[in-house]
T-cell receptor, first 110, second 112 residues
Framework: RKEVEQDPGPFNVPEGATVAFNCTYS??????FFWYRQDCRKEPKLLMS???SGNEDGRFTAQLNRASQYISLLIRDSKLSDSATYLC???????????FGKGTRLHILP | SAVISQKPSRDICQRGTSLTIQCQVD?????MFWYRQQPGQSLTLIAT?????????ESGFVIDKFPISRPNLTFSTLTVSNMSPEDSSIYLC?????????FGPGTRLTVL
């Protein structure tokens, strides 16, 4: 089983809609979680960290479910500029390597 | 965050040659990493570049193929040696700042 798994998509969503995708992780010792965004032919950029209590940043909400070992990302009122690949990341502790999922492709349609 | 630059941004190389990629950070960082991202794939960690000591390689990657230098806390190089078409990929360096990784813009390598 892969350490971090994501639905590769693509998710084709009309502009203004709400979209959510999940990411599962296999290592129950994972401590830190993040969502990165990667635009085509660009490097990954940190979108947001994921905290145990869940956190929100504008239109973006991240949730962590430790019991089921998944994290989620919700995007409200989606914009054309949200089109990208979203990478899920998990790591065990500060000194451990982080594991990237393969990413979920999101296309926002006009 | 950190400002990270990589050189070259892209290159086309012949089979059997070697290419050295440079990564420069605008601040001193303890942890620097090198990743590879092949088309349609996620990032794969090649090695951790340790300042003042040998790099720590992940399974499947060896020093002879990917020698790494880390002469100081702001700079590292990755060499892709004796290249083959299978080495065509994007190579990214990253740094760990406050437990978050930030990436350089990547080097797009094509091996003919």
């Amino acid at each position: 089983r892969k350490e971090v798994e994501q639905d590769p998509g693509p998710f084709n969503v009309p502009e203004g809609a709400t979209v959510a995708f999940n990411c599962t992780y296999s290592n129950s010792a994972s401590q830190s979680f993040f969502w990165y965004r990667q635009d085509c032919r660009k490097e990954p950029k940190l979108l947001m960290s994921v905290y145990s209590s869940g956190n929100e940043d504008g239109r973006f909400t991240a949730q962590l479910n430790r019991a089921s070992q998944y994290i989620s990302l919700l995007i409200r009122d989606s914009k054309l500029s949200d089109s990208a690949t979203y990478l899920c990341v998990a790591s065990r502790n500060r000194d451990d390597k982080i594991i990237f999922g393969k990413g979920t492709r999101l296309h926002i349609l006009p | 965050s950190a400002v990270i630059s990589q050189k070259p941004s892209r290159d086309i190389c012949q089979r059997g040659t070697s290419l050295t990629i440079q990564c420069q950070v605008d601040s001193q960082v303890t942890m620097m990493f090198w990743y590879r991202q092949q088309p349609g794939q996620s990032l794969t960690l090649i090695a951790t570049a340790n300042q003042g000591s040998e790099a720590t390689y992940e399974s499947g990657f060896v020093i002879d193929k990917f020698p790494i230098s880390r002469p100081n806390l702001t700079f590292s190089t990755l060499t892709v040696s004796n290249m083959s078409p299978e080495d065509s990929s994007i190579y990214l360096c990253s740094v760990d700042l406050a437990e978050v990784e930030f990436f350089g813009p990547g080097t797009r390598l094509t091996v003919l």
